[in-house]
């Protein structure tokens, strides 16, 4: 849980964290100022050449963990078509889908300790009123988890539809929050383990 790095290295393993994470915040901004739809298909195009660059490993790995958007890709996608609003809808979801992309790929490329200490020394001016290791820690976890409740909250869908022909909806989100304290709770178990978050 405390790593989603790919065991398969490629290229982007040995760029600098500070570097991606940087390139990273440039194009998620970018793709909310564009408003063409052309333009973010080629931006989407962009991000699935990165995955493919890894080899066919490493892109279906990312694969893998990009599936569980399905469900938000079939609503965003669902509801724009019931509105009317095919070319917003298209506009929506290759801006989601390319962010959430390029996010995974960082992760997957980047360690978290490399991770952890570009948010350190970012944190560094507010050493004052909170030490920056922990508000790092708590912004890398943040990253971290977030592809492993989307996968979550799948498995927690598939099994309710396994068990009943009706819509899980609101239902799951009982069992996906104790999951997500159960998973809280055996990191924090871990990094005591390990001499705390310092």
Do not use: C
């Amino acid at each position: 849980m405390l790593t989603l790095t790919s065991p398969v290295e490629i290229w982007a393993h040995r760029l600098a964290a500070g570097t991606k994470l940087a390139a990273l915040a440039g194009a998620t901004t970018g793709l909310f100022l564009l408003d063409a739809p052309w333009v973010l298909a080629l931006a989407g195009v962009t991000a699935a050449s990165l995955y493919a660059s890894g080899g066919v490993g490493f892109a279906k790995a990312g694969v893998r963990q990009l599936w569980p958007l399905w469900p938000f890709v079939v609503l965003v996608g669902l509801w724009h078509l019931w509105t009317g609003d095919i070319a917003g809808g298209a506009v929506v979801l290759l801006r989601m889908v390319t962010a959430v992309a390029l996010a995974n790929f960082i992760t997957m490329t980047t360690r978290l300790s490399d991770m952890l200490a570009v948010f350190e020394r970012l944190a560094r001016p507010l050493a004052p009123i909170l030490p920056p290791r922990r508000l790092a820690l708590a912004f890398a976890l943040v990253i971290r988890f977030i592809p492993v409740m989307l996968e979550r909250m799948a498995l927690i869908r598939q099994s309710w539809s396994a068990r009943s022909p009706r819509q899980p909806r609101w239902r799951v989100m009982v069992p996906a929050t104790l999951s997500a304290l159960d998973d809280a709770d055996r990191v924090a178990e871990a990094l005591r383990a390990r001499g705390g978050a310092g």
